[in-house]
C-alpha cells in the first residue's frame, strides 16, 4: 500500500523528501518517477514546440531503467504500474496496459492501475470492461474527483452499449450517469470544467430535473470569473426557463447578455420564445 500511494504522490506532486524506510527497489523507483515527473512536465510545456526526437534519449532511458527495476524485482507492482503510466503517456497503449496487467496481478488494490486500464478499454472500444475498472478504481479511491468524473463521462458516451447489454436500464444509466458528474464536481470545487459538465449532465437525462439544473445553472454563474463566463451561464439558465415554460424570467436573463461573442446563442433562444402576449 506504501509504495504505489507514494508514486501516486510522486507522478502528481513534487517529492516530499526521502521516506526513510523504504527499501532498495522503492528507492530505485522513487528515482525513476522524479526522472517521468520531470520528464512529462517538460514535454508537456513543450506545447506547439515539441519534437519528440529532442527526449527520445531520455525516454528510453527512463524505459531502461524500469526495465532493469523490474528484472531485479520481478513481483514489484507499484514499479510496473508506473511503469506502465508513462508507457501510456507516451503513446504506447499496448505495452501500458502489459505493465498495468502486471501491477493489478501482484496487487490488486491500486486504484491508479484500475483507472489507467479503465481508460485503455474506454478507448479501444470496450466500455462494458471498461466499467468495472472505474468502479473498482472509485471504491479504492473514493475522493479522487477525476475517477468520478471519468466514469461519467463513460456511462454518458457509451450509453447505447450500455443499454444494449441488457445489464443497464435508462433510469440506472442517467443516475450513475449524473452522479458521476455531481461528485466530481463536489470534490473538486475549483475545477470549473467539472462543475460545468455537471450542469450539462441535466440535458443529457432522460427526465431532467430542470429546478435542479435552474439552481446548478446559477450557482456556477457566481462562480464564474469573466463576464463571458457569466452570461454563458446566464443563457443556460434562460433555455432551462424555455423548457419549463417561464418565459418572463428567460426574456429577462436573454436580455441581460450583451457580450458580442455569444449573439448568436442569445438569438436561438430568442427565437424560441413566444411572442409577450402569448399564453
Known amino acids: 500500500m506504501k509504495s504505489w500511494f507514494c508514486i501516486f504522490l510522486v507522478l502528481t506532486a513534487p517529492l516530499w523528501g526521502q521516506p ?32 519528440p526526437d529532442q527526449y527520445q534519449p531520455r525516454v528510453q532511458q527512463l524505459c ?62 470496450h466500455p462494458l ?27 454518458y458516451e457509451s450509453r447505447d452499449d450500455f443499454l444494449k447489454s441488457g445489464e443497464w436500464t435508462r433510469e440506472t444509466l442517467d443516475k450513475a450517469m449524473h452522479e458521476g458528474f455531481r461528485k466530481a464536481a ?22 431532467p430535473d430542470w429546478e435542479g439544473a435552474l439552481a446548478t445553472w446559477a450557482a456556477l454563474e457566481e462562480k464564474a470569473t469573466s463576464p463571458v463566463e457569466r452570461q454563458t451561464m446566464r443563457l443556460h439558465a434562460a433555455n432551462i426557463c424555455v423548457k419549463m415554460e417561464k418565459y418572463d424570467h428567460a426574456r429577462a436573463l436573454v436580455a441581460s447578455v450583451t457580450e458580442p461573442s455569444l449573439e448568436a446563442q442569445k438569438q436561438k433562444l430568442v427565437a424560441q420564445l413566444p411572442a409577450p402576449d402569448a399564453k
Request: charged residues 25%; aromatic residues 12%; proline residues 3%.
Open 186 to 207: 463536489e470534490l473538486a470545487p475549483d475545477r470549473i470544467e467539472f462543475a460545468y459538465r455537471y450542469a450539462e449532465s441535466f440535458y443529457d437525462l432522460a427526465t
Open 64 to 125: 531502461l531503467g524500469y526495465e532493469s527495476l523490474l528484472r531485479e524485482n520481478p513481483e514489484f507492482a507499484a514499479g510496473y504500474a508506473a511503469y506502465g503510466y508513462l508507457l501510456g503517456k507516451i503513446g504506447m497503449d499496448r505495452e501500458s496496459a502489459v505493465m498495468l496487467l502486471k501491477a493489478n496481478q501482484y496487487d490488486a488494490d491500486i486504484p491508479l492501475v484500475k483507472n489507467q486500464l479503465g481508460n485503455y478499454l474506454a478507448e479501444h472500444g
Open 129 to 155: 470492461e471498461a466499467v468495472g475498472y472505474y468502479l473498482a478504481a472509485i471504491k479504492l479511491a473514493p475522493e479522487e474527483p477525476l475517477y468520478h468524473y471519468q466514469l461519467g463521462t463513460l456511462l
Open 20 to 51: 526513510q524506510d523504504e527499501t532498495m527497489a522503492e528507492r530505485g523507483l522513487r528515482q525513476l518517477v522524479e526522472e517521468q515527473r520531470t520528464l512529462l512536465g517538460a514535454m508537456t510545456k513543450a506545447g506547439d514546440n515539441f519534437d
